[in-house]
C-alpha cells in the first residue's frame, strides 16, 4: 500500500462509516415515523431547521396540509412534531454531508492525481450511487403526501437496499487498493459466496418490504405463526391475485422473510463447512469465522424483533446486524475474488 493510497481508503472507509450511520438514522426515522415529517425539498436552505416557534409554526402548518396529520396525527401538539422532525431533518443532513464527503475529496485527489484510471472510475460510479440514492430517498417521500400516509414499501426497499449496495461497493473499492495484489481463487468456491450475497441482498430488500408494511407487527411468534401454523392462512388470502400476497400483503412479505432468514443462514453454513476443505489465508479464514458469528447474532435479533414487536432500539439493532452481515460478506467474497 504506498501512501498517497492511505488517503484515499480512509476517505472511502469514512464514507462507509457515513453511510453506517445514515442508515442507522434512516431505521430509527423509519421506526418513529417521522420520515414525512418535511414535506418540501430545498437542497441548500433545507439544511437549516426552524430557529424560531414562529418559523416551527409554519412548518406545523405545512405538515398539517398532508395525508400524515390529517389521518394520523391530527391529535399532535407542536412538541410531538418537533420530535418527529429532528429525525427526518438529520437524517437529510447526514445525506448531504456525505454528498460533499464523497465530492470534494475526489476533487482533490483527482487534481493531485492521486486515483488511478481505475479507482477514479469506481469513483465516479460511487458518485452516481449516491446521487441516485438522494433522488429515491426524494421519490419515497413523495409517494406519502399524496392520499395514503404512508411511503410506498417498493420506493422504501429502493432506497434501502441502493444504501446498501453503495456501502458494499463503496468498502469494496477500498478492499481493492488495500489488498492490490491478485491471487488465484477457487472458482467454484466463490461463486457460492455471490450466490450466498445474492440470496443476502433479496433478504434486505425483504427485510425492508417487512419494515415499509408494517409487518412485523403481526404473527409474533416463533418459530411458527400465529395460531401455531408454519404458513398462516393469511398468508395467501390477503391479496388477489396469489402472487401479490408474497410482494404486498403483510402476512405474505413477512413470511418470505423469514423462509429466507433460514436460507440465509443454511448458505453460509455451508460455505464455513465447504471452507474447511480449502487451504485458507489469514483474512479467508477470518472473513468466513465472522460471517458465521454475525450470521447467528443477526438470525437471532430477527426472532427477538418479532417476538417483542418490533422495539424501536431492536428494530434498529436488527438493521445494524445485516449491515455487518453485508460487510462480512463482500469481505469474504472480496477475499476469495481478488
Not at 99 to 124: D, N, W
Not at 231 to 260: A, C, D
Not at 281 to 293: A, D, H, M
Request: glycine residues 6%; aromatic residues 16%; charged residues 15%.
Amino acid at each position: 500500500m504506498n501512501k498517497d493510497n492511505k488517503k484515499v481508503i480512509y476517505w472511502l472507509l469514512t464514507g462507509c462509516l457515513l453511510i453506517f450511520i445514515m442508515v442507522v438514522v434512516g431505521g430509527i426515522t423509519r421506526l418513529t415515523h417521522s420520515g414525512l415529517s418535511i414535506s418540501n425539498y430545498k437542497l441548500i436552505s433545507g439544511t437549516i431547521p426552524p430557529v424560531n416557534e414562529t418559523e416551527w409554526q409554519e412548518a406545523f402548518n405545512l405538515y398539517k396540509q398532508y395525508p400524515e396529520y390529517q389521518k394520523l396525527n391530527n391529535q399532535f401538539t407542536l412538541q410531538d412534531f418537533k420530535d418527529i422532525y429532528f429525525w427526518e431533518w438529520l437524517h437529510r443532513v447526514i445525506g448531504r454531508f456525505i454528498g460533499l464527503v464523497f465530492f470534494i475529496p475526489f476533487l482533490y485527489f483527482l487534481i493531485k492525481k492521486q486515483l488511478s484510471k481505475a479507482t477514479i472510475k469506481k469513483s465516479i460510479v460511487l458518485l452516481c450511487l449516491g446521487a441516485f440514492q438522494g433522488f429515491l430517498g426524494w421519490y419515497m417521500v413523495k409517494s406519502g403526501l399524496v392520499d395514503n400516509p404512508d411511503v410506498s414499501h417498493y420506493r422504501l426497499a429502493a432506497h434501502l437496499t441502493t444504501a446498501f449496495i453503495t456501502f458494499a461497493y463503496t468498502f469494496w473499492v477500498a478492499l481493492d487498493l488495500i489488498f492490490p495484489h491478485k491471487k488465484q481463487t477457487d472458482k467454484a468456491f466463490r461463486n457460492l459466496i455471490r450466490i450466498g450475497l445474492a440470496v443476502l441482498l433479496l433478504q434486505i430488500i425483504y427485510g425492508a418490504f417487512v419494515a415499509g408494511l408494517d409487518a412485523g407487527f403481526i404473527h409474533n411468534h416463533w418459530p411458527m405463526m400465529s395460531e401455531g401454523k408454519f404458513m398462516h392462512q393469511t398468508v395467501y388470502i390477503e391479496q388477489n391475485p396469489l402472487y401479490k400476497n408474497f410482494i404486498e400483503g403483510k402476512s405474505g412479505v413477512q413470511f418470505v422473510h423469514r423462509i429466507l432468514a433460514y436460507i440465509v443462514v443454511l448458505f453460509i453454513l455451508l460455505i464455513w463447512k465447504k471452507s474447511k476443505k480449502l487451504s485458507l489465508t489469514i483474512y479467508q479464514s477470518k472473513g468466513i469465522k465472522i460471517l458465521l458469528i454475525i450470521v447467528c447474532i443477526q438470525f437471532l435479533l430477527g426472532v427477538f424483533t418479532i417476538l417483542l414487536q418490533v422495539p424501536v432500539w431492536l428494530g434498529v439493532a436488527h438493521q445494524i446486524g445485516a449491515f455487518f452481515l453485508l460487510s462480512a460478506m463482500t469481505f469474504t467474497m472480496h477475499r476469495f475474488s481478488k
